[in-house]
């Protein structure tokens, strides 16, 4: 192939470069001798990640795609069944209700954490080096515990008898509540440790994005007499619209997947009301030995938030114009 | 994702200075004051709002079993006793479970290092056949919800026999495409002179990778390190799947286990969710600098 593309200009060539087909002498052929080495040493530094992809993440992918049109258990052969398992899915109150729940749910999370980053973000980069220290590392050490050690922590702290959060609201004369076991305060109630989980990284992304604007603009808008608001709603907020779409949508696809808090702390009671999505898939898994079913719930769900991923991906890619 | 793409990672206490206005006139008089007490305020609240459930799992360690649920409530135990911390750790399971979950997260740590950077350094600097083809291979799984494959990937591990082995829990998630993406990011920062400068005193692509990438690399490491471990020591869905031998569990799964079977002994169990964090927190304030300062968003502006 390069060869003859390569044979064309070859009046400057020597006689026996000509013969060769090749303009001149050398390097050409050390050139391809570099690209088959570097080829061979490629493919020997790719093949661990790209076999390791294949096994446990594409191949799992296509498996998936497959069963979710059989009817098939650990036993027994499968057997087509068409879009059965997907009729059966979308025809399933229990599930469209836990989505429906997910969504509810994203939107409990997910303002909080924007609201308490942004409001991090806006105090941190007016103060001075050491108490920014501080406060990031603070605000990032729940990042770094287990959803099974939160779970542990605020199901004790929302105990009816003897926790924290009954004695705090009794000072104020609220009766005692059972927190989780309420059907109208559960969700709520795990909203709180997916905030605080989550609360760590969404704030340092919007310190780093709110730091990357530049000084010229605010320089400006004092000279102008602007205030604190209208720095805040004029400069930052327009100039940080990428930053915001982005925790917006990643809080929002790791909202509705949330999954170990419910497992352990409600295991989707009081009356499914903490049932989300992915708990709700797990648990049919666990119990059904025919999982063309689950698979199909988990592929309509990967559907759902994947467009979106790819929304965000698509956005932010285009619009890498707004920065000054 | 894009994310965390450090090019330099900053120290921690460098974000936020660059832009910073210059202050002063702002600090005077009597509405200076006020400002500078709200933020005092507000910053206490914050940092009291994110530590204070781990302050009181801490304390709640130091409670004899009754009093972390006693009534009326108290933050702070009548008597400190060490009882709970030394029972855990005398508790034969809890040690073991400690020691495998840190032998498995230091053996994944490792793997994902070598495999991401390995795959990382081809698609940084090296040229070859169907290259752009590879990238898109590798780059779509990062957009795959573990739910979606959570099923299959059972099935996968149980027809290569490898349930209830150290090997599931570190080969299936050793390779990552985040990962990856993050440490290609780092290496196409890196000035070509340097490679070139390799390549005329006759050193091969691997020679390069070896002696001037792998030594260049710390930075990045750190925070894949830190990241790879975390997610194996935090993991509980999956040793809960495909683990069932007492002698293989994993630490979140024990303490979950202890929460179901001993769930009089809440002091015992504080204590000991208090040990398995310890571990990870050292960790992370050991390297914070680099943690935080990898939390850049080249990529996303």
């Known amino acids: 192939m390069t060869q003859t593309v390569q044979a064309e200009p070859t009046t400057l060539g020597t006689a026996a470069a000509r013969r060769r087909g090749r303009p001149s002498g050398k390097q050409p052929r050390a050139r391809t001798g570099m690209n088959a080495r570097s080829n061979k040493m490629a493919y020997l530094m790719l093949a661990p990640v790209v076999i390791l992809l294949t096994i446990f993440v594409v191949w799992p992918v296509v498996y998936a795609v497959y069963l979710s049109f059989y009817n098939w258990s650990f036993y027994t052969d499968p057997i087509p069944v068409g879009w059965r398992n997907y009729m059966n899915v979308l025809g399933d109150r229990t599930f469209i209700e836990s989505v429906g729940r997910g969504l509810l749910f994203a939107v409990m999370v997910v303002p909080v954490q924007l609201v308490i980053a942004f409001l991090f973000a ?8 050491r108490v920014a220290t501080l406060l990031k590392v603070s605000i990032y050490i729940p990042t770094i515990v287990s959803g099974v050690i939160a779970s542990i922590i605020f199901v004790l702290i929302y105990n009816y008898q003897g926790g924290i959060l009954n004695a705090f609201v009794g000072l104020f004369g609220v009766e005692k509540q059972a927190w989780l076991g309420n059907v109208a ?18 704030s340092l992304i919007m310190l780093a994005g709110m730091v990357d604007i530049p000084a010229t603009y605010y320089e400006a808008a004092d000279l102008d007499g602007a205030n604190w608001f209208q720095k805040t709603f004029f400069v930052t907020i327009p100039l940080m619209k990428n930053i ?7 809080g929002f696809t790791a909202a509705v997947q949330q999954f170990e808090l419910p497992l352990v702390m409600t295991d989707g009671g009081p009356l499914e009301r903490t049932l989300l999505p992915n708990l709700y898939i797990f648990q049919h898994f666990r119990n059904d030995t025919y999982v063309g079913y689950s698979i199909a719930a988990a592929i309509l769900l ?20 707004v920065d000054g | 994702m894009a994310v965390d793409t450090p090019v330099t990672a900053p120290a921690i206490s460098e974000i936020g200075r660059t832009t910073r206005r210059p202050r002063g006139r702002r600090d005077t008089g009597a509405k200076g004051v006020a400002v500078l007490t709200g933020k005092i305020a507000a910053g206490a609240l914050l940092v009291l709002l994110a530590l204070f459930p781990l302050a009181w799992m801490v304390i709640a360690g130091f409670k004899s079993r009754t009093e972390v649920v006693a009534t009326p409530f108290q933050f702070f135990p009548e008597v400190w006793r060490v009882e709970n911390y030394q029972q855990i750790l005398a508790d034969p399971e809890f040690v073991r479970s400690m020691s495998v979950t840190f032998g498995g997260a230091i053996l994944f740590t490792l793997l994902s290092l070598t495999v991401n950077s390995l795959g990382a350094y081809a698609f940084a600097r090296l040229e070859f056949a169907f290259k752009n083809v590879l990238w898109v291979y590798v780059i779509t799984t990062m957009f795959i919800p573990g739910m979606a494959i959570l099923l299959t ?8 026999r490898m349930l209830d082995t150290i090997a599931v829990l570190v080969i299936p998630g050793a390779a990552s495409a985040a990962h990856l993406f993050f440490m290609r990011q780092y290496y196409l920062n890196v000035p070509m002179a340097l490679e070139e400068a390799a390549t005329l005193d006759g050193a091969s692509k691997w020679g390069i990778y070896r002696h ?20 194996f020591w935090n993991s509980y869905v999956w040793p809960i799947m495909t683990i069932t031998s007492r002698d293989l569990y994993q630490i979140q799964q024990f303490l979950a286990t202890f929460r179901s079977e001993r769930a009089a002994e809440l002091g015992m169990l504080m204590a000991g969710s208090t040990l398995a964090a310890l571990p990870v927190m050292i960790l992370f304030l050991v390297f914070q600098r680099h943690i935080i300062g990898g939390i850049k968003i080249a990529g996303l502006k």
């Open chain 1, 302 to 321: 990967m559907v759902v938030l994947g467009s979106i991923s790819a929304v965000i991906f698509r956005v932010l890619n285009s619009e890498k114009a």
């Open chain 1, 244 to 250: 915001f779409l982005f925790l917006l949508i990643t």
């Open chain 1, 185 to 202: 305060t559960a969700l709520p109630a795990l909203a709180v440790p997916a905030i605080w989980l989550g609360l760590g990284i969404c």
């Open chain 2, 153 to 160: 990937s059972f099935v996968v591990v149980t027809r290569l």
């Open chain 2, 212 to 231: 001037i990438f792998l030594p260049m690399s710390k930075p990045v490491f750190v925070v894949v390190g830190m990241t790879s471990f975390l997610a």
């Open chain 1, 122 to 129: 806006s105090l941190v980069r007016t103060v001075s080096g």
